[in-house]
């Protein structure tokens, strides 16, 4: 069974950081991708980030520049660093990874921004 565990959202002020951290129960390297995925109420999920079993790395266009998705196999883990945060990311973080047909979810974090 695959647990993934999401850590780092809070409140924070427009033009802020805020760094996100996915831990995985399995080897993150034992997935074909994981990335980082957001919910705003009343809007459909999207992706933010996702990297590669092989270090390839994409981004949704409106944060391109600001965020940046890494993994840390020390702390078998997936980063998102957000910088110059913006209202409109305001929403529920959810880490996301995939193995061959199967995508696995944590339970979400909270990002916050405020005006």
């Known amino acids: 069974q695959v647990q993934l565990v999401e850590s780092g959202g809070g409140v924070v002020q427009a033009g802020g950081s805020l760094r996100l951290s996915c831990a995985a129960s399995q080897s993150i390297f034992s997935f074909n991708a994981m990335g980082w995925y957001r919910q705003a109420p009343g809007k459909q999920r999207e992706l933010v980030a996702s990297?590669?079993?092989?270090?390839?790395?994409e981004y949704a266009d409106s944060v391109k520049g600001r965020f940046t998705i890494s993994r840390h196999s020390a702390k078998n883990t997936v980063d998102l660093q957000m910088d110059s945060l913006k209202p409109e990311d305001t929403a529920v973080y959810l880490c996301?990874?995939?193995?061959?047909?199967?995508?696995?979810w944590g339970q979400g974090t909270q990002v916050t921004v405020s005006s």
């Open positions: 996301n990874a995939e193995r061959v047909v199967r995508h696995y």
């Open positions: 990297i590669t079993s092989g270090g390839s790395t």
